[in-house]
């Protein structure tokens, strides 16, 4: 089981490039999330889905897309990146009911210069 | 105002020393958790909360829900406790989604 897994790990970008933060998921979970860390402040979350083929706003979505095909994959889309996108990115799954604990991926470290 | 606030931000302490981070939230929830993140990065959830107190080796996680506020307490502080402990609470009206603490970061010094 390799859990939750993000690739890719540090990426440096260009104000205006564009990106897909990969997110997959080995547990057969239906909730998934994407969270941006910024340094002092609280987890953030950007996109959220319930299962394959739904997905909604979080509390910091612009900028940002997702889509969700398969249960295992949530990538998250950045268009026309900005500074302030320059964050870590974490994504998330949880399964449905029971604990209630998500599980987290290591993390992507995005720099917009 | 965050509707979750920790206490404190920072935290030093000398090895072997009983540890308390405080959690204080201000919507009503179903359920509170606290996770520790390591200097690494890496996020694991220690505890999910809905009433009472909870023990997990040298944690221990406790919530009063009339007063809204939980705490984490490690006993015999050891230098691999050293992460950044994260209080965040599930509200009574979304269980999809977690509101966040920003974070307290513990030093634990041998």
């Known amino acids: 089981n390799a859990g939750v897994t993000q690739t890719p790990k540090f990426r440096i970008l260009k104000i205006g490039q564009s990106m897909t933060l990969q997110c997959t998921q080995d547990?057969?979970?239906?909730?998934m999330y994407w969270y941006r860390q910024d340094p002092g402040m609280g987890l953030k979350l950007i996109y959220y889905?319930?299962?394959?083929?739904?997905?909604d706003k979080g509390e910091v979505p612009n900028g940002y897309n997702v889509s969700r095909s398969t249960t295992e994959d949530f990538p998250l889309r950045l268009e026309l990146a900005a500074p302030s996108q320059t964050s870590v990115y974490f994504c998330?799954?949880?399964?449905?009911?029971?604990?209630?604990?998500?599980?987290f991926g290591p993390g992507t470290r995005l720099t917009v210069t | 105002k965050n509707e979750v606030e920790q206490s404190p931000q920072n935290l030093t302490a000398q090895e072997g020393e009983f540890i308390t981070i405080n959690c204080s939230y201000s919507v009503g929830i179903s359920a509170l958790h606290w996770l520790q993140q390591h200097p690494g990065g890496g996020i694991v959830s220690l505890f999910m909360l809905s009433s009472g107190k909870k023990k997990h080796g040298r944690l221990i996680a406790t919530i009063n829900i009339q007063e809204k506020h939980s705490s984490l307490h490690i006993t015999a502080s050891h230098p691999r406790d050293s992460a950044v402990y994260i209080c965040a609470v599930r509200s009574g009206g979304s269980n999809y989604k977690l509101t966040f603490g920003k974070g307290t970061l513990l030093t634990v010094n041998p």
């Open positions: 998330a799954s949880r399964e449905d009911g029971g604990s209630y604990e998500q599980y």
């Open positions: 889905s319930v299962g394959a083929g739904i997905t």
């Open positions: 547990m057969n979970h239906n909730y």
